[in-house]
């Protein structure tokens, strides 16, 4: 499986931003798409996770209300919307896939990592 994720770029405190992630390659091998964070000098974080069979999802407590994620499996696609952005939000954010069941904020559980788009909120 490989990964390619879009969107990204700045924008202000309370707005609006929405990132996309397109698996290709084996994708039935892939049981979860998500994404984690990295802000500058932090350890990296985990953001939210959707299975692709039956939609369920799992979402860092940070975040949830504000972002949401989705996914279109005709296009192998996933899609995160975060909305009410704050500057903490501020981080690289990497796709991720997972090939076994269950979902999970365990960095070490995802075994596919895109590269990482930036998102930038301004104050």
């Known amino acids: 499986v490989q990964l390619q994720a879009s969107g990204g770029g700045t924008v202000q405190a309370g707005g609006s931003l929405g990132l996309s992630c397109e698996a290709s390659g084996k994708t039935y091998r892939s049981y979860a798409i998500g994404w984690f964070r990295q802000a500058p000098g932090k350890d990296r974080e985990f953001v939210m996770a959707i299975s692709w069979s039956g939609g369920k999802v799992y979402s860092a407590d940070s975040v949830k209300g504000r972002f949401s994620i989705s996914r279109d499996i005709a296009r192998n696609t996933a899609y995160l919307q975060m909305n009410s952005l704050r500057v903490g939000d501020t981080a690289v954010y990497y796709c991720?896939?997972?090939?076994?069941?269950?979902?999970?904020?365990?960095?070490?559980?995802?075994?596919?990592w895109g590269q990482g788009t930036l998102v930038t909120v301004s104050s």
């Open positions: 991720v896939s997972r090939s076994i069941y269950g979902l999970t904020d365990d960095q070490d559980e995802y075994d596919v």
